[in-house]
DNA sequence: ACATAATTTGAGCGGTCGGTCAAACATCAG
DNA sequence: CTGATGTTTGACCGACCGCTCAAATTATGT
C-alpha cells in the first residue's frame, strides 16, 4: 500500500468522525490527510470509491481486534465484560458516529450497503463463534439457539451504540438490564437437568402461541 | 398551520425518506412539495431548520400513533404483537431510513440530537407506560426494572430498525431470540412466589459479581 | 376602493462540489 | 544520458449549493 493511498483511507475516515458525512468531501478528505485533491481520483476513482475503501478497510481492522480481544475468553462473564470493554473502545475511536453514517448511507447506496452488511456480518460471526466456543459443553448450550442469540446481541450492541451518541442514561439503563439478562443466563446454566428441560418445554409452548 | 408550511415539511420528510440526507437540499426539498425553493428561507429561516422543524413533527406524529396503539394493550403478548406490527409499519412508511438519518445527524448536529433525543425519550416513554400498565399487578413485576426494560426495549428495536435496512435476515433471527426472551418472562410470570423469589435472588447474586 | 401587509416568484450572487487535464516531477531500466 | 512509466500538482470546468432580493401577486382590514 503506497503512503498516499493510505494517507487518503485514514484522511477519509477521520473527515467521516469529526465532521460526519455532511464534510465528507474531496477538499476535505485531502486537508486532512495532506495530499493534493486530485490524487483521490487518480488512486480512487472517485469519492465515494475512497468512502467505500475506507470503511472496508476500517471494519477489517476492527473485526480483527475484536478477533483478537475474544480469543481470550472463556466464559459467559468474561464475555459481557470484553463486550463491555469494546463498547467503550469504539465510542473512544469515534467508531460510534461511522457505524451511524454507515448504516444510515446503507439505506440509500448500494455500495455502502454491502460493506455494511458484511462489516455486520463479520461482528455476529465473530459473536457467534466465541459464543459457540463459551457455551459448548455449558448446561445452557441446550437451551439456547447460538445462531440467534448472537445475532440478538449483535442487534442490541448496534443499538446501545446508536443510543449511547444521543441519549446516554437510556443507552447505561438499556445496557444494565441487559446485563441482567446475562446474568439470567448464568443462572439458567445452573439450573440442573430436569429444571431445565421444563423451561425449555414451558418457553417453546409459550413462543409457539404465537401467529 | 399553513398549506405551503405543510408542504414544505412533508416534502422535507419524502426526501429523506427517498433519498437520504444526500438528496436534502432547498430545490430538492421544494421540487418534492410542489413550491418555490424561495420559501423554505420565508417560512423556515434555512434548509438546516426546516429538516428539523420536519423531523420534530413527524416524530412527535409517530409517538401519537404508537400511543393509540398501545392504548388497547393488555398483556406482555399483545405488546409484543403490537411491537411487531408496529416496527413493520415503520419500516413500510420508510422511516427506517428516517431514523437512520437522524441518528447519524444527530452525532455532528446539536439541534438534530436534540430532535433525536426527544423522540427516542417519548417512545420510550410510551413503551413503559405500556409496561407498567401490562405489568402492575402481575407477578413478573416485582421482577423486573421496568425503567431499565423499558430502556433495553428501545434500544433493541433501534437496532433491530438499523440492522433490517442492511441484513435482513440477521434481524429475523434476532427478532425470534428476543421474542423467546418475551416467551421466558412469561413463563417467570407463571413460576410461584417462592421460585420467583428465589431466581431474583440468584440473579442479584450474580449481577453483584460483576466488576 | 384603497392602503397595507403577507406571501410568492424568478433571477441571480458568491461559493463549494466532483471531476478533468496538461504540465511538472520522480523513478528507474537500458 | 535517454526515454518510459508512474505520481503529483494547480488551474480549471460545469453543476449545484444555500441564500438574497426586488418585483409581482394575493389577502386583509377599513
Not at 81 to 91: I, S
Not at 130 to 157: Q, W, Y
Not at 197 to 204: F, G, Y
Request: with cysteine.
Amino acid at each position: 500500500m503506497s503512503d498516499t493511498k493510505q494517507r487518503l483511507l485514514d484522511g477519509a475516515m477521520d473527515t467521516l468522525r469529526k465532521h460526519g458525512i455532511a464534510g465528507v468531501s474531496a477538499r476535505n478528505i485531502a486537508g486532512m490527510a495532506g495530499v493534493n485533491q486530485a490524487l483521490i481520483f487518480y488512486h480512487f476513482g472517485s469519492v465515494d470509491d475512497l468512502l467505500v475503501a475506507a470503511c472496508t478497510a476500517a471494519t477489517g481492522d476492527r473485526v480483527a481486534a475484536y478477533r483478537e480481544r475474544f480469543a481470550t475468553v472463556g466464559s459467559l462473564r468474561e464475555l459481557l465484560d470484553v463486550g463491555r470493554a469494546l463498547h467503550e473502545e469504539e465510542r473512544d475511536l469515534g467508531n460510534v458516529a461511522v457505524l451511524a453514517q454507515m448504516l444510515a448511507g446503507a439505506q440509500h447506496d448500494e455500495k455502502l450497503a454491502r460493506v455494511t452488511a458484511e462489516a455486520l456480518g463479520m461482528w455476529t460471526a465473530e459473536i457467534e463463534s466465541v459464543l459457540h466456543r463459551v457455551l459448548t459443553g455449558s448446561p445452557f448450550a441446550e437451551m439456547a439457539d447460538i445462531p440467534g442469540l448472537a445475532s440478538a446481541i449483535s442487534v442490541s450492541f448496534v443499538g446501545l451504540e446508536l443510543y449511547e451518541g444521543v441519549d446516554r442514561p437510556g443507552a447505561q439503563r438499556a445496557m444494565a438490564a441487559l446485563e441482567q439478562l446475562g446474568a439470567l443466563m448464568e443462572v439458567v446454566e445452573e439450573l440442573g437437568p430436569v429444571a431445565r428441560r421444563a423451561l425449555r418445554s414451558k418457553i417453546n409452548k409459550v413462543a409457539a402461541r404465537r401467529p
